[in-house]
């Protein structure tokens, strides 16, 4: 990964900071690791190290200044390393794939094309629960993460239903297709609202970041794009608004769709 400093932190998972308790939770505890900050001043074998296990385990990692991580870690004791770790699993695509290919009948997935706000992640872990959905799907760059304050937002829905982190999105929604799902972006441009067209009954829906929205491959992956129908000079829905009326939407369907089967 190409090293890149930063001055915001992001989000506010808990931190594993110091040389030894990073490298225990890069080896015993990986699935809960969303990122590592790597001191610009680490150097050596043990920055090659460290790095070798990142990769290793498929985590994301950063070059930060050493400031950074003083105001980071409370005493500023990080050895030039820390670790931020998430409260519940994130889970491989594999993890999940197996189980999905032997489903049949109505099911719903939620795709998150790189939403940023810890709380609309919460917002819509939260909907996907009350709407039946059978997990999230989150890149696991440039992506909001499950942090405390995502707990909190969806009142611990967040450690009760999947979270599938993906390295490529494209990808991914190929594979989906794969296992008989339909992608249904939420696409403000999109000619088709919400309604004109019968949402699928296994259905993966992908909303996208809060300042592009879907982002051009992501929209060219989608089987069918579908707009929310507006008024007002407001112009947008923030993205777990949007979900959440999308959700209500395909649930809406299903069961009528039961209701008259």
Known sequence: MKERPTDTPEGDNDLC???????????????????VLVAESLGGRERSELLDLCREAGIPWQSVRAAFLDNLCPGGRHQGVA?????????????????LSKEKGPGLLLLLDHVQDPQNLGAIA??????????????????????????RTSAGAIARIPVIGVVNVARTLKDLKELN?????????????????????????VTGSEDKGLSRL??????????????????SLNAATAA???????RRVIDNAVGHG
């Open 17 to 35: 900071f110091g040389k030894n308790s990073v490298r225990s939770a890069l080896t015993s505890s990986p699935e809960l690791c969303s990122k």
């Open 244 to 250: 959440a009326i999308g959700m209500y939407e395909w």
């Open 218 to 235: 992501t929209a060219k992956s989608c089987d069918l794009l579908l707009r929310i129908p507006m008024q007002g000079i407001t112009g």
């Open 181 to 205: 799902y339909w992608i249904v972006g939420l696409h403000h441009e999109a000619p088709d609202k919400l309604g004109d067209r019968p949402m699928p009954e296994r259905a993966v829906l």
């Open 126 to 151: 939260r909907s996907a629960e009350v709407f039946g959905a059978a997990a999230l799907i989150v890149p696991k760059r440039r992506s909001a993460l499950p942090t405390a304050t995502v707990m």
């Open 83 to 99: 670790a931020k770790m998430s409260p519940v699993r994130i889970r491989n695509f594999e993890d999940i794939s197996g189980v």
